[in-house]
């Protein structure tokens, strides 16, 4: 999943009590497989953080197609903001994600700790398809209500 050089650079900038935004997801035709992950003893940020353990990671942004995530960002108080899911152990981590999703014009629900960050995975309901088709590249705004719903049907 990771090469040595990219877990050396990890190292280097996750020192110091960082805040680590966790954007990734498992692939396995893409990463190759991972005991850990596929046995589901572990979720990909939890991986991570035994690569960076001083690292306050908070897995955001990976359920949102790049293109809806340019689309989509309103400033606080419109009535269609958009939201997205984060997880993470850390509550000033949380707290600074939180903010700078919101500076780039997005709500934020609080998925939980780290553990539960698969409840945002790929394939879970709230990847992805709340937004709209990827064919749609405007998407479509997904309130907080309906993020909280996927979050709560996704099933491991």
Known sequence: MTSAVGRRARRRHCRDGRR????CNYGPERDGHIP???SKS?????LLLRYIPDAMVVKAFNNIF???LLSLARPAGAADRSYLPIAGDSAPAKAAVTEFIESIGYGVVDAGPLADGWRQATGTPVWGTPYGPF???KGRPVDADAIRAALATATR
């Open 20 to 23: 680590n935004p966790g954007t």
């Open 36 to 38: 850990e992950l596929d």
């Open 42 to 46: 572990l979720t990909s940020s939890e």
């Open 66 to 68: 790049f293109k809806h």
């Open 135 to 137: 064919s749609n590249e």
